[in-house]
């Protein structure tokens, strides 16, 4: 008899590993040291400190994780935070993660995503001095790291404790478009009054917050960052690890910004493909020579559209350059939405892509057929604004 959870599991790892492969080098045109690298910066901020972790599979120094690097170091690492997707990654995008013990190190996790607003228990907050963050971000309003890296500086700002940020650089840092989030829409993929892309680092932003007064009840974090070393704004960073399931390689993220949309309609971005994030589609659209059906795969167990056949549109040759200078592009949205036929338009969006966009108009420009120049044109002076914000805090270069 075969193991099917035994097989799927070792497919699973074997596809980690390939991602490893494919994903080797970090920077196209100079070296960067992320901030996890700079043991000699923060190494002496935790001697001596009982020191939590927010951590997952992204956090590598190298092919070292940065709990093993920290170890080694010998700092006290008490606890593990995870977000999204668990501590070692493998969980499902919007999976609620449970708490747990690491099965290499035997350090309690506390997971930061389980689906409650309960924050971190009173007796782990107790028993620690400083919290670590080190989280591999993708850059947009939407992607939840920032959002756990927020609630864990909120919940130490009340408890009297230090946050230490290890910076790792923005790959999608050289771009800032988009609304800013409506904060009547506030939620689980939208926590800070920014634009869909806001072109800066964790760290960056982690300073914005603080000095901005957006921490629950205008709290101020006792906050250092550890900066990365050799990047600027306008580097082209390229991942050494998927960041999460569904985004696999770099036309993946440098797509995310436009189809992540589709999260909030009817129509598939992939998920349970091989190219998720790369495609869209929906069994109703105007068949286009390209079709693609959702599998129940790790990372995508129960995909929209499941075994489904999807008409949809190719864009895994997509050109890096064309979809970086194009920031947040309505033009997917708008052609899946005018390529149903009129009886499914009604149905198309869900409330859901409201909170993803971070307003309640573009949707209905979408609706009245405006094209996506159009529609850019709406935000174009809010963006103005946010940048004049933005320059305050940024630690790294614009070029």
């Not at 075969?2 to 494919?22: E, G, P, Q």
């Not at 993708?138 to 404790?161: D, L, N, P, Q, S």
């Not at 009886?343 to 209905?364: E, H, M, P, Q």
Request: contains cysteine; aromatic residues 10%; charged residues 20%.
């Amino acid at each position: 008899m075969i193991n099917r959870s035994y097989n799927a599991s070792w497919r699973y790892i074997f596809t980690i590993v390939a991602l490893l492969c494919l994903w080797s080098l970090p920077v196209f045109g100079g070296e960067i040291t992320v901030g996890a690298a700079r043991t000699s910066v923060y190494a002496p901020l935790l001697k001596g400190k009982r020191v939590a972790l927010l951590s997952n599979h992204t956090g590598l120094v190298g092919a070292r994780h940065t709990l093993d690097v920290m170890l080694d170091e010998g700092i006290n690492v008490v606890t593990l935070f995870s977000p999204e997707h668990g501590f070692r990654g493998t969980a499902d995008a919007g999976e609620h993660v449970k708490n747990g013990v690491d099965e290499v190190t035997s350090i309690p996790i506390a997971s930061m995503y389980t689906g409650t607003s309960k924050g971190i228990a009173p007796e782990v907050m107790k028993g620690l001095d400083v919290i670590v963050v080190d989280l591999q971000d993708v850059g947009t309003r939407f992607y939840t790291y920032y959002i756990t890296m927020i609630k864990v500086m909120e919940e130490a700002a009340a408890a009297g404790k230090k946050v230490v940020v290890l910076d790792r650089p923005n790959p999608l840092g050289m771009v800032v478009d988009g609304p800013v989030l409506d904060m009547s829409l506030r939620s689980g993929v939208g926590r800070l009054p920014v634009p869909v892309l806001h072109g800066m680092t964790l760290g960056e932003l982690a300073m914005m917050a603080n000095g901005e007064g957006w921490l629950r009840e205008g709290r101020k974090v006792d906050l250092t960052v550890v900066e990365c070393e050799g990047y600027t704004h306008a580097s082209r960073y390229k991942l050494p690890v998927a960041p999460s399931p569904n985004l696999r390689d770099m036309t993946a993220i440098y797509l995310y910004p436009s189809l992540c949309f589709f999260e909030g309609t009817v129509a598939s971005v992939g998920r349970g493909t091989d190219f998720p994030f790369k495609v869209y589609g929906h069994p109703d659209m105007q068949n286009r020579g390209f079709t693609f059906m959702p599998r129940s795969v790790p990372g995508a167990k129960n995909p929209p559209l499941l075994n489904r056949r999807c008409n949809g549109v190719d864009l895994t040759r997509s050109d890096s350059d064309s979809l970086i200078a194009r920031g947040v592009d309505l033009t997917y949205v708008i052609d899946a939405y005018q390529s149903m036929p009129a009886t499914g338009r009604s149905r198309f969006f869900s409330a859901f892509f409201d909170k993803l966009i971070g307003n309640r108009k573009v949707r209905l420009m979408i609706i009245d057929g405006l094209s996506a120049d159009e529609i850019k044109k709406s935000w174009t002076d809010e963006v103005e604004e946010f940048k004049t914000l933005r320059s305050q805090y940024l630690l790294y270069p614009e070029s």
